[in-house]
């Protein structure tokens, strides 16, 4: 019996200190209050030295496969940046983490710079789908 009043005890208190931490009922609400992003690597410094503006200022991960079109020279992507601009990219385009391997009629190819010391391989191939719908 004292144990099942001690769990309901800390429960209260849990649930209490997460709607004063922000968090809502809907999802979390998180503050990062200065600390570093606990996904991304510690070795890799922060910013993004040399770099002004432009395609070669997105990363892989950030750039968002919005459209892919063909003219006379070949297929082109359709990247849109995390500030909402969209670019137009073809094979050997740079950004800041790859470079564009191959533009498909309905995917793209990128080949990503590994930024993990320990890791045997220094470069992978990452595929983005173009969604249909």
């Known amino acids: 019996m004292r144990r099942a ?4 005890v800390i429960l209260a208190a849990v649930s209490i200190s997460a709607v004063e931490a922000g968090q809502t009922q809907n999802g979390y609400a998180y503050d990062p209050a200065g600390r570093r992003d606990p996904f991304t690597s ?18 892989v991960s950030q750039a968002a496969l919005m459209g892919i079109a063909k003219d006379s ?18 094979v050997g385009a740079r950004l800041f983490d790859g470079c564009i391997l191959a533009v498909n009629e309905d995917s793209v190819i990128f080949r990503v710079k590994v930024q993990d010391a320990f890791s045997p391989n220094k470069e992978r191939d990452v595929t983005r789908a173009l969604l249909r719908g």
């Open 73 to 90: 020279i070949g297929w082109m992507a359709m990247l849109r940046g995390p500030d909402g601009t969209v670019y137009l990219a073809r």
């Open 5 to 8: 009043i001690l769990i309901t």
């Open 42 to 59: 510690a070795a890799v410094p922060p910013g993004k030295p040399g770099c002004s503006l432009g395609l070669a200022c997105v990363e």
